[in-house]
């Protein structure tokens, strides 16, 4: 899929970030599994809680409720904030050997640190 994304992006694939949220917030030591759940609520409302306290987010009531209730726009926040540390160079690199296959295949981006790092990256 890269591949055809990348054709189509042109020279603004070289800012384009691929990430896998559950796997950033494995990489953060937070709750992983089981948040894309309908039931699931609670779990995502403690993520969301977890990210705005380290990196003093300002999410207000609205969207709370809106990340709280759907999976997928926690998702969307947890891309944006990897997207970020991608920018800041606060991801784990492509090994050398690995990228000339990730020009062709696509790298998936996971944070290189802690939320935290994040936060002291003025983030």
């Known amino acids: 899929r ?9 020279s603004a694939a070289d800012r384009t970030h691929e990430v896998y949220p559950a ?8 709750q ?3 948040y894309k759940k309908k ?11 977890q990210l705005q306290a380290t990196l003093t987010l300002d999410v207000d009531s609205q ?13 969307a926040l947890v891309a944006a904030i990897v997207a970020r ?7 784990r690199a492509c090994p050398p050997e690995m990228n000339a296959e990730a020009r ?3 790298w998936i981006q996971l944070p290189g640190g802690s939320l ?5 990256a003025e983030f």
């Not at 796997?23 to 937070?30: I, V």
């Not at 039931?39 to 809680?49: M, V």
């Open 63 to 75: 969207n709370a409720e809106w990340i709280t209730n759907h999976h997928d726009a926690l998702d």
């Open 85 to 91: 540390a991608a920018e800041l160079g606060r991801v």
């Open 116 to 120: 935290a790092d994040l936060r002291a």
């Open 32 to 34: 992983h599994r089981d």
């Open 39 to 49: 039931n699931q609520g609670e779990c995502r409302s403690s993520i969301l809680g």
């Open 23 to 30: 796997a950033a917030l494995a990489a953060w030591g937070m």
């Open 2 to 10: 890269w591949a055809v994304l990348r054709a189509r992006l042109g």
């Open 104 to 106: 062709i295949e696509g």
